[in-house]
C-alpha cells in the first residue's frame, strides 16, 4: 500500500506547531507519523495493538527518536500523565465513546488535537467505517472546535490481493465491497481527512 505519509505529516505540522510540546500521542501503533515528532519536547505513546506497538517501536528506533518516546501498550483512559497536548492519530472513530475520551484529553492538557478520516472520505466508506467516522467528527463539534482543515490523499494498492490483505481484518461487508475491484491492478482509493484542533469543554 502507497499512501504520502511525507505530505500527511507535513500537513499535520503545517496545521499544528509542535515545537516544544509535551505530547500524548493515541493511537500511536504503527509508526507512520513518528517524524512529526523531531522538535517536540516529549512524547507519551498510547495504543492498544500490542504488533502495531512493535511496528511503533522500529519506526521510533529507525527514525532515531528513542530519546523522545515513552511508548505505552494500554487503554488511554488509564493514562493520567499530563501534557501540552492530546494527539489523536486516526483512532477515535473506533473508540466507542469518543466524547469521553475528548473529555479525558482535556483533563490531560490544554488542547486536543484530532487527524481522522473525514465523513466523506471514499476510504471509509470502503472500510465500512462511515457510520464510525461521523459519530466522532459529530462528537468533536460538541466542543470548542478552534480550527480545523480538509485535506485529500489516496491509498494505492497493486492489485486486488494487496486490497484484500489490508481490508481483510475489517470483516465480511468490507471484503464484499473489495470486489468491485477484483481483477484489477494499480487500484486507487481516495481518502479525505480531516484536522481540527479543540479546547475548552463541551459546547
Not at 500527511?8 to 516544544?20: E, K, M
Not at 528506533?61 to 501540552?84: K, N, Q, T
Request: glycine share 6%; hydrophobic share 40%; charged share 25%.
Amino acid at each position: 500500500m502507497a499512501t504520502d505519509m511525507k505530505a500527511l505529516i507535513a500537513n499535520l505540522t503545517t496545521f499544528y506547531d509542535l515545537t516544544g510540546k509535551k505530547v500524548i500521542h493515541v493511537g500511536a501503533g504503527g509508526g507512520q507519523l513518528v517524524s512529526y515528532a523531531r522538535g517536540v519536547d516529549s512524547v507519551l505513546a498510547v495504543d492498544t495493538d500490542a504488533d502495531a506497538i512493535e511496528h511503533l517501536r522500529k519506526a521510533v528506533e529507525s527514525e532515531g527518536l528513542d530519546d523522545l518516546f515513552y511508548i505505552v501498550l494500554g487503554d488511554f483512559a488509564e493514562v493520567h500523565e499530563c501534557g501540552d497536548v492530546v494527539f489523536f492519530e486516526f483512532c477515535l472513530h473506533e473508540m466507542n465513546e469518543p466524547d469521553k475520551m475528548i473529555s479525558h484529553g482535556l483533563e490531560l492538557a490544554p488542547e486536543v488535537l484530532v487527524i481522522d478520516h473525514d465523513r466523506e472520505s471514499e476510504w471509509a466508506w470502503q472500510a465500512c467505517e462511515t457510520e464510525k467516522v461521523e459519530k466522532s467528527w459529530s462528537a468533536i463539534e460538541r466542543f470548542n472546535v478552534v480550527r480545523s482543515q480538509n485535506y485529500r490523499t489516496t491509498h494505492e494498492f497493486e492489485t486486488h490481493a494487496q486490497l484484500l490483505d489490508k481490508i481483510s481484518c475489517l470483516g465480511a461487508p468490507a471484503i464484499e465491497r473489495a470486489k468491485r475491484f477484483e481483477g484489477s491492478t494499480g487500484i486507487t482509493i481516495p481518502m479525505k481527512y480531516r484536522i481540527a484542533l479543540v479546547t475548552g469543554k463541551r459546547t
